[in-house]
């Protein structure tokens, strides 16, 4: 296994060693607490052991649903919002050719739903596929959250019209919990395809359950190579939490020092656009665990080299708040070479014979030399290439080292009771049944 590796070479003159160091008690402490499920959110750990409880019938299955759809139709519509959505958005972005949304091919595509309330994106998206064959993946513990449910509803509606109810069935898919909620009992009544989500595993961790394998095994790509990724990192991390060969415990202790430091908002980075998405997921991930008591560190992000062109300056020269975690992939899946030409009117025959991969990575080494010389600490975590493997370890990674951050802080990394707050205004707006005393209340502050 060549497993990924993170430097804080690059911030060791903003935080010392000893002050990172410092951590590694703490660290030590959450993680027992983590395999003996005692600390708080002990409830939602099943992410954890995951990696090593999906069963070879499980994937088997997933793969055969996915292999079905795949014969069926070309379009799938996953319907749901924030960790529902994210995690299978940034491994099929990560993966999938950049430009196959606009290739004629028999590859099934894979399009959203219910991550927003906008009525001109879901008029456009039935516009869509009226004349498209698609099936639909709806994803939702309860079934009643908002924005996926009305999707559900017009996403349903309209299939049932082009293909008739009884058709309709054998093409949707339901990812919901196990005994109980509202979609549970609508599958249930009409006999969907079903997959749960697990109980203690919480939405933002659901990647590397059915709501994260199912769409990444119709899109195509390989679940396994994701899940032994995955896997390999939680054994590599298990029995060892020691800075020097726990990687997620090592970037854990370094962002919480930094921060220590004033260094309160986090950039991930990356060089590459297929991880636009990652950084989607990473964003969820961070933010809803650690954005609590008026704690954590603000995680944001930016795909270089496109950014530096937009963000470049005020990263180089703004307040002094802000540090880089890079995702830097060590080689491209491609082969291209800049090519000589005549006039050389750009001034760029210098770089004839190069491959584009190589100006990158210069480009990479430079800007991070540049934000260290402008005051901007920069940790590094190197992957060998973009592939299911490297970003199953990746995921798990991210994962291990969001629940030591989030204890090292002292919040609850596994709830998101902030996310209440919008929800229960816009019910008492649109007049909710039992929300009248809300209603009554909101409607005096306009």
């Not at 939405?203 to 995955?230: C, E, H, N, W």
């Not at 921060?259 to 990652?278: T, V």
């Not at 560190?297 to 963000?311: C, E, Q, R």
Request: proline share 3%; glycine share 8%.
């Amino acid at each position: 296994m060549k497993t990924m590796k993170v430097s804080i070479d690059n911030i060791q003159s903003f935080v010392s060693k000893d002050e990172i160091s410092k951590f590694q008690s703490e660290i030590n402490q959450h993680h027992q607490s983590i395999i003996d499920r005692t600390g708080q959110g002990k409830d939602f750990l099943g992410w954890f052991t995951l990696p090593s409880e999906i069963t070879e019938a499980h994937l088997t299955d997933i793969e055969q649903t996915a292999l079905s759809i795949r014969s069926k139709v070309n379009y799938l519509v996953v319907i749901g919002i924030g960790g529902s959505y994210l995690g299978a958005k940034a491994v099929v972005e990560a993966l999938k050719n950049s430009f196959s949304d606009f290739q004629q091919s028999n590859e099934t595509k894979i399009l959203y739903a219910g991550q927003n309330l906008s009525e001109d994106y879901l008029s456009e998206l039935l516009t869509f596929l009226d004349d498209k064959k698609y099936a639909i993946c709806v994803i939702s513990k309860s079934g009643t959250t908002t924005e996926p449910a009305v999707a559900f509803r017009l996403l349903k509606n309209h299939l049932e019209s082009k293909v008739g109810k009884e058709a309709a069935k054998k093409l949707i898919i339901a990812i919901t919990d196990k005994e109980r909620g509202a979609l549970k009992i609508l599958a249930e009544q009409e006999n969907y395809k079903t997959y749960e989500v697990p109980d203690d595993v919480g939405g933002r961790y659901s990647v590397l359950t059915p709501v994260g394998l199912l769409p990444i095994a119709v899109a195509g790509f390989d679940i396994r190579a994701l899940v032994q990724g995955a896997r390999d990192m939680k054994d590599y991390c298990l029995n060892d939490t020691s800075m020097d060969r726990n990687p997620a415990a090592l970037y854990a202790a370094s962002r919480n020092a930094l921060l220590q430091k004033g260094f309160d908002i986090e950039m991930l980075i990356n060089f590459s656009p297929k991880l636009m998405y990652f950084t989607e997921w990473w964003k969820q991930l961070y933010g809803e665990s650690e954005g609590k008591e008026q704690k954590g560190i603000f995680p944001a992000g930016a795909n270089f080299t496109t950014d530096l062109h937009s963000m470049g300056q005020y990263i180089q020269e703004g307040r002094r708040v802000i540090f880089e975690t890079l995702i830097s992939v060590e080689k491209a899946q491609s082969s291209i070479l800049v090519p000589e030409d005549e006039q050389n009117l750009d001034g760029l025959n210098y770089l004839a014979g190069k491959h584009i991969e190589y100006v990158n990575e210069m480009a990479e080494k430079g800007t991070t030399l540049a934000h260290l010389d402008g005051g901007v600490p920069n940790i590094k975590i190197s992957i060998e290439q973009i592939d299911e493997y490297n970003l199953g370890q990746l995921i798990y990674f991210f994962e291990l080292a969001c629940a030591y951050s989030g204890y090292i802080l002292g919040v609850n990394p596994f709830d998101q009771p902030g996310v209440e707050a919008y929800k229960k205004n816009m019910f008492a707006l649109l007049r909710k049944p039992g929300h009248e005393a809300d209603s009554a209340e909101i409607y005096k502050r306009f």
